[in-house]
C-alpha cells in the first residue's frame, strides 16, 4: 500500500497540510443577520406573552378584588339585615309581653 | 475552562465571534452547505435561548463546539433513515453534494480533504475535525465528545491513517510533491 510508504516526516507533513486545509470556512453571507433577527423576534415574542400572562393576572387581581368586595357588601347587608330584623323580633316580644302584661291587670281590675 | 463572575455574554459579539466555527464543524460533519447553514442557525439560536446558562467565554465555545456536533450528529441520522427510507446512499449523496460546494474559494486539497472527510466513519471525522479545525488536544476532543481520551486517540489514528491512505489514492501531488 502505497501509505505504508510514508515516513514520520511525510506524516507530520501530512498533519501540517491537513490542518492548512482544514482551517475553518467563513460563515455564509447573512447568517448573522438572520441569527440576529430571529433572536430579536423571540425575545419580541416572548416580552409580549409576559405582558399578556402580566396583564391576565393583573385582571384576575382586580377582579378578585372587586369580586371580594362586592361579597363582602353583600354580608355585611344580610348581617346587618338579619341584626335588624333580630331587633324587631325582640321589640314585637317586648310589646307582645307588655300587652300581655296590660291584658293581665285589665282583667284584675274588671 | 475559566470562569468570570463578572463576564456578561453579549450574544451579537459571541455569534460574530463563534459563526465560522460553528458552520466550519456544521459543514465538516454534515458534507452538506444548506444543512450546514441550517444547522449553524439553530445552535446559535439554541445559545440565545440557553445565554444565562452560560457562564463565559470559554464555557460558550465548548457549548458551542459540543451542541453543533451533536445537532450535526442528529441530522445526519435523520438523512440516513430518508435515505434509507428512499433506497439511497447518504454517502454517495454528500459526496455528489461536495462536488457542488463551492471550489473557486477554496484551495484544491482544502476542498479534496472535505470529500474524503465525508467518506470517514462519523466518530472518526468528528475527532478528526476538532483535532485539525479546532486545534484541540485529544484530552479536550474527549471532554467535547464525552468519550474516553483512549478512544479519541484511537479515532484520530485510524481516521488519519484512513485518510492518509485515501489522499495518498488520490493527492499524491499534495501529499507528497510540495
Redesign the interface.
Known amino acids: 500500500?502505497?501509505?505504508n510508504e510514508?515516513n514520520e516526516q511525510?506524516?507530520q507533513?501530512?498533519?501540517r497540510?491537513?490542518?492548512?486545509?482544514?482551517?475553518?470556512?467563513?460563515?455564509?453571507l447573512g447568517?448573522?443577520t438572520?441569527?440576529?433577527a430571529?433572536?430579536h423576534e423571540?425575545r419580541q415574542g416572548q416580552r409580549r406573552r409576559w405582558w399578556m400572562i402580566e396583564r391576565i393576572a393583573a385582571t384576575v387581581l382586580l377582579a378578585a378584588a372587586v369580586g371580594g368586595f362586592v361579597e363582602y357588601r353583600h354580608l355585611e347587608e344580610v348581617r346587618k339585615g338579619e341584626a335588624a330584623k333580630e331587633q324587631v323580633l325582640t321589640a314585637l316580644r317586648i310589646t307582645g309581653r307588655t300587652m300581655g302584661r296590660v291584658q293581665e291587670r285589665l282583667s284584675e281590675d274588671r | 475552562m475559566r470562569g468570570n463572575l463578572s463576564w456578561q455574554p453579549d450574544f451579537e459579539e459571541l455569534v460574530d465571534e463563534h459563526q465560522s466555527m460553528v458552520f466550519s464543524l456544521a459543514l465538516r460533519m454534515t458534507g452538506d452547505r444548506g444543512l450546514a447553514e441550517e444547522l449553524a442557525q439553530d445552535v446559535l439560536l439554541e445559545l440565545d435561548r440557553n445565554l444565562n446558562k452560560i457562564k463565559s467565554a470559554d464555557h460558550a465555545r465548548f457549548w458551542l463546539r459540543q451542541v453543533a456536533l451533536h445537532r450535526s450528529a442528529d441530522a445526519l441520522r435523520r438523512k440516513r433513515a430518508n435515505a434509507a427510507a428512499l433506497g439511497t446512499d447518504v454517502w454517495v449523496e454528500l459526496e455528489e453534494r461536495h462536488g457542488f460546494m463551492e471550489r473557486d474559494s477554496e484551495s484544491p486539497l482544502g476542498v479534496r480533504i472535505e470529500e474524503l472527510l465525508a467518506t470517514l466513519p462519523e466518530s472518526q471525522r468528528a475527532a478528526l475535525v476538532l483535532r485539525y479545525q479546532e486545534d484541540l488536544t485529544p484530552e479536550e476532543i474527549a471532554v467535547t465528545t464525552q468519550s474516553p481520551v483512549a478512544t479519541v486517540k484511537s479515532q484520530l489514528q485510524r481516521g488519519l491513517k484512513l485518510l492518509r491512505m485515501r489522499a495518498s489514492q488520490t493527492l499524491k501531488e499534495y501529499v507528497r510533491g510540495a
Open positions: 500500500m502505497e501509505h510514508l511525510e506524516l507533513e501530512f498533519e497540510k491537513l490542518r492548512t486545509a482544514m482551517s475553518r470556512r467563513a460563515a455564509p447568517l448573522k438572520r441569527v440576529l430571529q433572536a423571540r
